[in-house]
């Protein structure tokens, strides 16, 4: 039988300038990062639908971590994370959110760029799917995948979000300011 605490998702909400952020973890990692603004209906649709059962317990003292990780990026003080992961998902998917990881900070790739660096360019599509699967927004940095002739496509978050991680990563000092 599992034990009932690791059988809980744990979240918090994240609050730095004017960024809202529903953020969840399990006993091993971060397993979700909401959408900008969100209410706290997204993380528990996310949580019902993928992990069935378990507890939500508002726990802001064990996501401080994750939490401060997480502020230190949107204030551009932090390029990269290094708190643990909990990835739910298909082989796939998980090969995926691993190959976005790889994308440098500030950079970006296009998903036929994706699909050739898991070794499945003909599943283009497939990895665009995968990628709007991601329930870690930011720290498995999908907003880094753009179409291939250069325009924002599709995100979770919105593309108003996208437009926003990337010209933070880009040194744009009045996104700091927010």
Known sequence: ????????????????????????????????????????????????????????????????????????????????????????????????????GEIPYGQTKSYSDIAEQIRRPAAVRAVGAAIGANPILITVPCHRVIGKGGALTGYRGGIQMKERLLELERGNPALLAH
């Open 1 to 100: 039988m599992e034990n009932p605490a690791e059988a809980a998702i744990y979240w918090s909400l994240l609050e730095e300038g004017d960024w809202r952020l529903h953020m969840a973890a399990t006993s091993e990692g971060v397993c979700f990062i909401g959408s900008q603004q969100q209410p706290l209906d997204e993380l528990q649709q996310w949580a019902a639908a993928r992990l069935p059962g378990r507890a939500l317990i508002r726990d802001d003292a064990r996501l401080q971590p994750y939490r401060a990780e997480l502020a230190e990026y949107l204030q551009g003080a932090r390029t990269s994370f290094s708190l643990p992961f909990d990835y739910r998902g298909t082989p796939f998917q998980l090969s995926v959110w691993r190959a976005l």
